[in-house]
């Protein structure tokens, strides 16, 4: 483990706009709370339970993330604009492993 306090992550929001953020890696946040922290529009509805798609991206970079729980899949099953890179952004915790991630806010639905 490195002495490290944050990581950089590269967020696409919807008008196509790159925004390199840093991610605190001693808070235990998800990547949706440093979103909102930055005021990016992500909703959040549900609070981070995996209960609803509006924190939904698409994963651009190549990193390993980790395995996809039921909840965030069956919740997937039900989002609109689902590709093979979604995942819910609540569900990923902020790892130094994570360092240059990119990832595109999907459509909002509706």
């Given at each position: 483990m490195s002495d490290k306090d944050a990581i950089?992550?590269?967020i696409i929001d919807r008008e196509d706009q790159a925004h390199a953020i840093e991610a605190p890696l001693?808070?235990?946040?998800?990547?949706?709370e440093v979103c909102k922290a930055y005021e990016l529009p992500v909703e959040g509805t549900c609070g981070g339970?995996?209960?609803?798609?509006?924190?939904?991206?698409?994963?651009q970079s190549k990193h390993e993330l980790?395995?996809?729980q039921d909840e965030?899949?069956?919740?997937l099953d039900q989002a609109?604009?689902?590709?093979?890179n979604s995942r819910l952004c609540c569900q990923l915790y902020i790892k130094e492993e994570m360092e240059g991630l990119v990832v595109k806010l999907a459509p909002e639905a509706g």
């Open positions: 950089q992550i590269t001693d808070m235990n946040m998800n990547l949706m339970m995996a209960l609803c798609a509006s924190c939904h991206v698409y994963v980790p395995t996809m965030e899949e069956d919740m609109f604009f689902v590709e093979d």
